[in-house]
């Protein structure tokens, strides 16, 4: 008897899971099963076994994006690999010296291993003691039969990781799975599942669009009216790609005030769930903020989860019943990650003949590059808003969207048109370029400093007096040093030059945020043997074990950095300097050495495109500081030379006569 449980059990769980095949022929007049059969019936299930299949190509010359692994083991994705993206700096060089060469180029990654790691996988299985999670997999079905709804089969832990049955396509761009259970009796009423993965069904004028196409098809034979449901993963495995923080988000796009909108759960958030809990996070049919897609990304890839809806003209999947849901997974004792889930509500299937016999539910998956162009130029993607799945950094409110899109662009524009896809170079032009446009501001506001200065030391021996004489008096100093002000100038006053210097921070956050989202920085390189990645640190050495404060590379970017900024700040006239106390004085040369050195720790692993910006930056201002200077100088000069002093002949003002001596029988009159 217990035997005979497990077999239902399993076989019922493993439905849940998807699956597709030829349909067997059913008797028409196959009586109905009433739930009181069902708790004696014997229902079996056709067992598949472990296969594998790959649709798709790594081979950018055969206009495939990606690659897909699948296994007949829940019906699932095993992997999925990019054509034009790798997992380390060596396996790009290596591909493009052998002119992008797929077959060599596999050739002599397989002959050294340690070195190539082979084309960026963007999705995989997670196996953590035991605990294995595959992207994309059937995870569990519940059957019910009768009047009654009798609850038959329940079993989703059972269900997931078993293989399902493969059957063959004529399509090569497509890969069919199947799995079915019927009755052990003479009708053989049956409910059979499929689950179909196909390349470029939606978007067939597309190649470039980075979607699988996922269908869950469910069948009935049985003579009675059944309810279905369903639990599908969503992807995992995704990687981490931040050198200084994991990036890795989850994403929960809604439809809030008539537009699609996305909830980010963060790596703080996953570190606060509570492992292996599974969170809802919204309903399909939900009457507010219904749920329309979900997914997982990391700094530069993603992938998403779109569930397509019945009716045209819609976003949601209205008339679906379902409820997504995340899940904290381990991949490694210090390596979590989100899980996303959908679990679908009582999907009716009418009797076997039925028009409502069978129902579809379709999935487009997205696994590829978090590429704004692709996500503008794509109209599935460009409407289910993607592009928000590219997160602008925790100062994207300093600036403006358009400012960093417009800027990206014109990099873009450089790189491809000027320098032969050199990311490095047009860094160092929009550099440039931008440096000019506000040379007029930058000059404006050094000339104020110039003249803070010389008015701060023109006025610092009347202050002095003044502080030695009212010093127990702050009413009268505050009253002594306005005089001063109105006089000389309130220094404040001046330092209102320094206002347009201030409207060069949401250009230089537009390009930080920018620089550190873009995925065409990922391995792009400066030079062959130094910076060859913009998207992490320049290592120009590295080692196996991890210094203290440094890491296991020495990046010489940031250092040549620190001195940039050393000399800039050294260069930079000080209000204060002649004038300051030596506590002052101390202070500044204190602030002269701790900037430059907290740059140094913070750009020290940052990406080498957002170090190179700063650093080009920074010298050309000394550059622009030096020239400055020497105008003012020149000026000031100018302005000397032209002072004259007139000589008038007779007696000079009476103030300037020398006194005549008092007499002693002298008195002052009146």
């Given at each position: 008897m217990k035997k005979q449980k497990l077999v239902i059990i399993a076989t019922a769980l493993l439905c849940c899971l998807n699956a597709w095949a030829d349909e067997p022929k059913t008797p028409a007049s196959s009586p109905a099963l009433t739930a009181k059969k069902a708790d004696t019936v014997k229902w079996l299930i056709r067992p598949g076994s472990e296969t594998t299949r790959t649709i798709g190509s790594l081979d950018p010359a055969s206009g495939y994006k990606f690659?897909?692994?699948?296994?007949?083991q829940g019906a699932s994705v095993s992997s999925v690999k990019l054509a034009d993206y790798f997992e380390t700096v060596a396996d790009k060089q290596l591909f493009d010296r052998l002119k992008k060469d797929q077959n060599e180029y596999a050739k002599l990654a397989a002959e050294n291993p340690k070195k190539y790691e082979g084309h960026y996988t963007v999705v995989k299985t997670v196996d953590y003691r035991g605990s294995e999670y595959q992207p994309f997999e059937s995870m569990a079905l519940k059957v019910y039969i009768g009047k009654d709804e009798k609850l038959i089969e329940i079993a989703p832990t059972l269900l997931r990781h078993k293989n399902w049955r493969e059957v063959k396509s004529d399509n090569p761009e497509e890969v069919v799975f199947e799995w079915e259970i019927w009755r052990q009796t003479a009708d053989a009423g049956q409910v059979k599942r499929e689950k179909v993965f196909s390349l470029f069904k939606t978007y067939k004028a597309v190649k470039d669009s980075y979607s699988i196409e996922m269908s869950l098809r469910m069948v009935n034979h049985c003579g009675e009216k059944l309810q279905v449901q369903l639990d599908q993963a969503g992807p995992v495995g995704l990687q981490r790609e931040g050198y200084r923080a994991d990036e890795r988000t989850a994403v929960i796009a809604k439809w809030i005030d008539d537009k699609i909108q996305p909830v980010i759960l963060t790596m703080k958030e996953l570190n606060k769930a509570e492992y292996g809990k599974i969170e809802l996070k919204g309903k399909s049919e939900a009457p507010e903020e219904p749920v329309v897609w979900l997914g997982s990304a990391n700094k530069f890839f993603a992938s998403m989860?779109?569930?397509?809806?019945?009716?045209?003209?819609?976003?949601?999947?209205?008339?679906?019943?379902?409820?997504?849901?995340?899940?904290?997974?381990?991949?490694?004792?210090?390596?979590?990650?989100?899980?996303?889930?959908?679990?679908?509500?009582?999907?009716?299937?009418?009797?076997?003949?039925?028009?409502?016999?069978?129902?579809?539910?379709?999935?487009?998956?997205?696994?590829?590059?978090?590429?704004?162009?692709?996500?503008?130029?794509?109209?599935?993607?460009?409407?289910?808003?993607?592009?928000?799945?590219?997160?602008?950094?925790s100062c994207a409110w300093c600036t403006f969207d358009w400012l960093m899109v417009g800027l990206m662009w014109l990099l873009k524009f450089f790189a491809n048109t000027l320098f032969f896809g050199n990311f490095g170079l047009a860094i160092m032009l929009l550099v440039l370029i931008v440096r000019i446009i506000l040379h007029p501001l930058t000059k404006k506001g050094q000339v104020s400093m110039a003249k803070m200065q010389k008015n701060m030391s023109a006025m610092q021996p009347q202050i002095k007096k003044i502080k030695e004489k009212y010093g127990?008096?702050?009413?009268?100093?505050?009253?002594?040093?306005?005089?001063?002000?109105?006089?000389?100038?309130?220094?404040?006053?001046?330092?209102?030059?320094?206002?347009?210097?201030?409207?060069?921070?949401?250009?230089?956050?537009?390009?930080?945020?920018?620089?550190?989202?873009?995925?065409?920085?990922?391995?792009?390189?400066?030079?062959?043997?130094?910076?060859?990645?913009?998207?992490?640190?320049?290592?120009?050495?590295?080692?196996?074990?991890?210094?203290?404060?440094?890491?296991?590379?020495?990046?010489?970017?940031?250092?040549?950095?620190?001195?940039?900024?050393?000399?800039?700040?050294?260069?930079?006239?000080?209000?204060?300097?002649?004038?300051?106390?030596?506590?002052?004085?101390?202070?500044?040369?204190m602030m002269l050495l701790m900037m430059p050195i907290m740059m140094l720790f913070f750009f020290y692993t940052a990406p080498s495109g957002l170090t190179l910006y700063i650093m080009a930056s920074t010298t050309i201002g000394v550059i622009e500081q030096q020239r400055i200077r020497a105008h003012i100088k020149e000026k000031e000069e100018q302005e000397a030379a032209r002072e004259t002093v007139i000589d008038?002949?007779?007696?000079?003002?009476r103030d300037n006569r020398p006194k005549k001596p008092k007499g002693p029988l002298w008195t002052k009159r009146g």
């Open positions: 690659q897909v692994d699948f296994s007949a989860m779109y569930l397509m809806p019945l009716e045209e003209g819609k976003l949601n999947a209205a008339g679906i019943p379902a409820e997504y849901f995340m899940t904290p997974v381990q991949a490694t004792k210090e390596d979590r990650m989100w899980l996303p889930t959908i679990k679908f509500g009582k999907i009716s299937l009418s009797a076997a003949g039925a028009k409502e016999a069978e129902k579809t539910v379709t999935f487009n998956l997205f696994v590829g590059p978090k590429d704004r162009s692709l996500f503008q130029e794509v109209p599935l993607y460009a409407k289910l808003r993607y592009v928000d799945s590219i997160a602008s950094g127990d008096d702050k009413k009268a100093l505050n009253a002594e040093m306005m005089k001063i002000y109105k006089d000389k100038g309130n220094p404040m006053t001046n330092m209102l030059g320094c206002l347009p210097m201030l409207l060069q921070m949401p250009i230089w956050v537009a390009l930080y945020s920018g620089l550190n989202t873009s995925v065409e920085l990922r391995h792009a390189a400066f030079l062959p043997f130094w910076i060859t990645d913009l998207a992490a640190p320049d290592q120009l050495l590295t080692w196996s074990k991890d210094l203290p404060l440094i890491g296991h590379s020495l990046n010489l970017l940031p250092i040549l950095l620190t001195v940039a900024m050393f000399l800039q700040q050294k260069l930079s006239p000080h209000a204060s300097k002649e004038a300051s106390t030596p506590e002052q004085a101390q202070q500044q040369k008038i002949s007779g007696r000079g003002p």
